[in-house]
């Protein structure tokens, strides 16, 4: 079993084939590129997976309501937004894509209900984009799925269960 940890959440993922860091030390392009903050291969996709914890205990108050304004404003979708086309585009130039990848997104923050999360998960699938051009000149899907969880959600519907440790 591979096991996650970004500060006090912790995310178990039992059938990873492999995972990493990707956020760490090792990117070598912080000063230019995001980044999300873990990349896991399963056997049939790669899971990017963003971890932001405004509802920390350990945080400052002033940091939980600047988030909350960040979310609210949409300048959270723009920085998710970046964080996985830059660590798709790192991937793709390393020949490190070749199953489809899921972006999920986990936000703990306890004032988020399903309605909010409904609407980040639109308009990141409408910023990143899912679909690309109307067109049909993609051949190829930048993101085959993409999904923001608050806890309750994220272990409801996913099979990577988190603990709050």
Request: glycine share 4%; aromatic share 10%.
């Amino acid at each position: 079993m591979s096991v996650l940890q970004e500060g006090r959440l912790r995310i178990d993922v039992p059938n990873a084939v492999s995972f990493c860091k990707f956020d760490g030390p090792t990117h070598g392009l912080s000063h230019c590129m995001k980044a999300v903050d873990f990349i896991v291969e399963l056997a049939d996709r790669y899971l990017f997976i963003e971890i932001k914890d405004p509802d920390n205990p350990a945080s400052n108050p002033s940091d939980k309501t600047e988030f909350s304004n960040k979310l609210q404003s949409g300048k959270l979708d723009e920085d998710l937004k970046y964080k996985y086309r830059d660590s798709f585009l790192y991937r793709w130039a390393s020949q490190q894509i070749e199953k489809p990848i899921h972006y999920y997104v986990l936000v703990s923050l306890s004032a988020l209900g399903a309605p909010e999360l409904l609407a980040r998960t639109e308009q990141l699938k409408r910023k990143l984009p899912l679909n690309g051009p109307s067109s049909g000149v993609w051949k190829r899907t930048m993101v085959a799925q993409c999904a923001v969880f608050n806890i309750d959600a994220w272990n409801r519907l996913l099979a990577y269960p988190i603990t709050v440790i």
